[in-house]
């Protein structure tokens, strides 16, 4: 742990004055990955409040995280399972980092949720937590005496936070683990007259529920540390998908299942990948399955080539409400995409980015056809061409922009939608290789 004593940062001279005339200057809260087997006693304290037969618990992982789980089943308080400094922080400008993934068994439930709580030396509280929101997501609150709505994010997903104290101002910054940019920058909290002295992580609050339905919460935490994790390296990347598993240094894997909605992605062994997704059960999201580059796209001009086909039940003609395909996740959190949904008699490709989307060609469903990517001056384009034809066609612009690029690669399922109705749906892409050149 790195122990040092700070000293005054970034105050209005009108608070500086005050605040070094009333308060000493305290050592820093404690730095930790979280990969002890117990929660280090010199750190953090661990309080419970388990009333009745609501319950929840504070442990380490095995993966090297700290887990916060909160079991609710009666209408009564609301457990407390949380961590607090066992150090405070003074009067100085501070930034820190954390790692974190939340999940829960039950969405819009906005009276469970659980986050990271700042105790004021005055003893009012302000704090950056995640609710329970819709089948797949988890949402963004923040405030003090006011809450404030943020972004949706997935559930079950890495993202890393960012803190930072100013003497006056409590910020928060959030992005996906590995990118870049930091998206938000929320402003949490303002004072001229108190600052952040305790930090809780968990659900500290003293609450009551009038719910007798079973809700399951999880918050992990990776780590909380003074220095900022760095992101995925710049790299290009090929691939032919010639081998019997997924390329663990080329890409990740994500697996969003519910319930009977269900996917699947492998390699077949004979140079392909498989992206499957099954969908049938309107009561749960569908599923979202697919792969992400293992490295950021450089910020410059390249060309990228693949093959692909696409095909889908009879259920799933005429419907573009789920899809598969290529997404391009920009450095600014926004998305572009090439994709293929069930519009016609089972193949059209479609493409744009979260602002809209474009109806491009109706394909032959289950037919191979090479692709083109390419991002020059700015703008993404992309071609297509039957397999062994010649001639490229097609020229679609995808998305221009001069202030952001795309830095990640997704292959598989755009977004995670609600499932369309009881239909028993299957969807299949098949994806050849990835690679420089055709």
Not at 74 to 96: D, F, K, M, R
Not at 271 to 295: D, E, K, M, R
Not at 321 to 345: I, M, N, P, S, Y
């Amino acid at each position: 742990m790195k122990t040092m004593w700070r000293c005054v940062g970034n105050l209005s001279i009108l608070s500086m004055v005050f605040w070094i005339l009333v308060h000493p200057c305290y050592a820093a809260w404690p730095e930790d990955d979280f990969s002890s087997a117990v929660v280090d006693p010199a750190k953090w304290n661990v309080i419970y409040n388990q009333p009745a037969t609501n319950s929840g618990e504070v442990t380490p992982t095995e993966a090297g995280e700290l887990m916060v789980a909160i079991y609710q089943r009666n209408p009564v308080a609301l457990p407390q399972a949380y961590i607090e400094s066992a150090t405070t922080e003074g009067l100085n400008s501070w930034t820190y980092y954390s790692g974190i993934r939340f999940n829960a068994s039950n969405y819009n439930w906005t009276a469970v949720h659980a986050g990271y709580y700042f105790v004021m030396a005055d003893g009012t509280r302000a704090f950056l937590r995640f609710d329970p929101y819709g089948p797949a997501a988890c949402r963004i609150r923040f405030g003090s005496t006011d809450i404030a709505n943020g972004p949706y994010l997935w559930r079950d997903f890495d993202y890393e936070l960012k803190f930072s104290w100013d003497g006056v101002e409590l910020k928060g910054w959030y992005r996906e683990k590995g990118r870049l940019a930091w998206l938000g920058e929320f402003t949490i909290f303002t004072s001229f007259f108190t600052y952040p002295k305790t930090l809780q992580i968990g659900q500290p609050l003293e609450m009551g529920t009038s719910t007798y339905d079973d809700l399951n919460l999880y918050l992990n935490v990776d780590y909380w540390t003074g220095t900022e994790p760095e992101p995925l390296p710049v790299q290009t990347f090929e691939d032919e998908f010639g081998y019997t598993m997924i390329h663990p240094l080329k890409w990740m894997e994500y697996d969003m299942s519910f319930w009977s909605n269900t996917g699947s992605q492998q390699v077949d062994g004979y140079g392909h990948l498989s992206t499957n997704i099954f969908s049938g059960n309107p009561n749960y999201a569908s599923a979202g399955i697919w792969l992400q580059s293992n490295g950021r796209m450089p910020d410059e001009d390249w060309i990228y080539y693949t093959r692909a086909k696409f095909n889908a039940t009879v259920a799933q003609w005429g419907r573009s409400d789920l899809e598969l395909g290529f997404t391009f996740e920009l450095e600014d959190g926004r998305k572009a995409f090439v994709c293929f949904d069930g519009v016609g008699t089972g193949c059209r490709m479609k493409y744009g980015t979260d602002d809209g989307t474009n109806a491009g060609p109706q394909l032959m469903d289950d037919y191979w056809y090479e692709w083109k990517f390419a991002w020059e001056g700015h703008v993404l384009k992309t071609w297509y061409r039957e397999w062994g034809r010649e001639q490229w066609l097609g020229g679609y612009t995808v998305f221009g922009d001069l202030a952001t690029h795309p830095e990640l690669l997704r292959i598989g399922h755009r977004d995670i939608v609600a499932c369309p109705s009881y239909d028993d749906i299957s969807m299949n892409l098949m994806t050849d290789y990835w690679r420089k050149q055709p």
